[in-house]
């Protein structure tokens, strides 16, 4: 370790325990000596890179102040457990700083004040317990750390509700009882019993016996006033909307007569307003690309089919073309926009083009993709289809994509390799779902990469736009018709792609021409036995286990294999990817042990 991170662990002690501890001289904790190399009681190290990742402390009557700063320091420190000693105060700010934490063990102690804000910045957490201890004010907010399987906050005095974004399917242990804790329990899908919520008086709803009778009421209550006031907004909203659009439709009538003819004929087909593109009229602006034509004008009015899911009830071409949108991006097969609705929904609509499917095709494919339900699919939300129009809606997602957080300057943050491999394990596992169900109907993803997987509010990764392309090989030569596809090809080609969205992942470098100058330059460095020079240096310098990227890096190789046949499926992929991710958790806890 570095002499700064020695000084800093000393502070950290010498803090923690007034003087008591090292108990004795052969404990080590010195400035003079190495935690690696000396063998510090309580400290453990990452061999390769002799940096302290572990301090368990458990049960040495540490009686004085936590410095999370001293601590933090330590910039490999991956496991704190420190059950069952004396300490008092608060748990400072400066936790949020020791971003590679894994684990975080403090039950038994005598901390006291709020669980600090900044803790939902360890987005590497996996345990976090607290159990016993003085903490109050609200539970922490820990929707950002979606990895957490364990939280345990018991014989506190947290007050407030459960926070609704915690993510009940990952966790394996909960348990909150003996707290002040009042409100609804959020759905815990049945996993967790009346032992994690017991002891909160003014706690409510399964699986506790008492029921929330009075909330119920007041909901109903709620939304009948919420009826209310929002059909006076959709009222006073149709008279300005109906003026705004009959003025915008006059205008626009009054600027196609007066026109060139080119112009007024760009509008009549998909076909026609590209040779205007081309032309140099500028069909770029936001809302001209999904904005009703003159030959369609018929269909201002006309409703979306609205899918399964009813955020978007009732939605009308004209919502669209009144609520401020921003263009999301341009890519090779369409434009997406960003459209904030009335009623405050904000939406992505995805205008796709140069597709030539009929529009029975077309909806029922969409509606067959529909029925396919996966937490880490994004299912459209409604469609429109004309012949001038193919537009989806989806809903709006707020944490941009897994390209933009790899090769974009996202809050300046990198993604971590424990984050790359549940992102790959994730995605894996929700494709070989999809994969499975629409396997009869021949529906593939057909355009997967790193900018349709996006992130949603709880920070997980999901797949966007499956099924709105008719996948191309890039390895076989182009399959756009669908009746002369080799039943399995169009899987197989998302298996390729997926094994280049692991190289994207591993190697950090920009996906060009197909993937096939990425695949040459690994199978290149792999042939010259340089593996480890493939990785991303930012992955390489966190310390990243090189075995397992090694081994992520041969299940890509075998998806990009030249051959689509024998290119795994992706249930066999997603098997691979899991028993990685789960020996990367092994690890942890095995040598935390
Ligand atoms: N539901 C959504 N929420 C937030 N951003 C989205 C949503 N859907 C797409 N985007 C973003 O909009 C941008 C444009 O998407 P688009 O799908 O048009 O481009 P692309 O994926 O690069 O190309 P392609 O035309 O091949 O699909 C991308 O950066 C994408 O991440």
Redesign the pocket.
Known sequence: ESEDVRTSLIQFITNLSNGTFPPSPSSGWNSTSDPCTANWTGVECDKPNSQVKKIILDGFNLTGNFDSASLCSAPALAVLSLNGNLIAGSLPDQIGDCRRLTHLYLNGNRFSGPVPSTVSRLNNLKRFEISNNGFSGQLPDLTRVSGLIAFVADGNQFTGGIPLGFDFTNLERFNVSNNILSGPIPDVDGKFGITSFSGNADLCGPPLPNSCPSSSKRDKNRTRDQILIFSGYILLGLVVVSFIVAKTIRKKNQKETSGSASTSKSTSSEGKSKATTTAGNSRSEMRSEYSITSADSGAAAASFEVLSNPLVKGLKFNDLLKAPAEL?????????Y?VVLDNGAAI?V?RTKDWGISCEDFSRRIKRIDKVKHPRV?NPLAFYCSDQEKLLV????PNA?L?MLLHGAHSGQVLDWGSRLVIASCVAEALAFVHRELQEDGIAHG?L?S??I?FNKELEPCI??YGLMVAEDPDQGTTKSGSQQKPYSSFKVDVYWFGVLLLEMLTGKLVQNNGHDLAKWVHSVVREEWTVEVFDRALTSEGANEERMVNLLQVALKCITPAANERPNMGQIAGLVHAIREEEDRSIIVSEG
């Open positions: 999301l991006g341009k890519g090779k097969h369409g434009s997406v960003k992505a995805k994004l989806y809903e709006y997602q994509s390209f355009n990469k900018t349709n996006l966007s736009e």
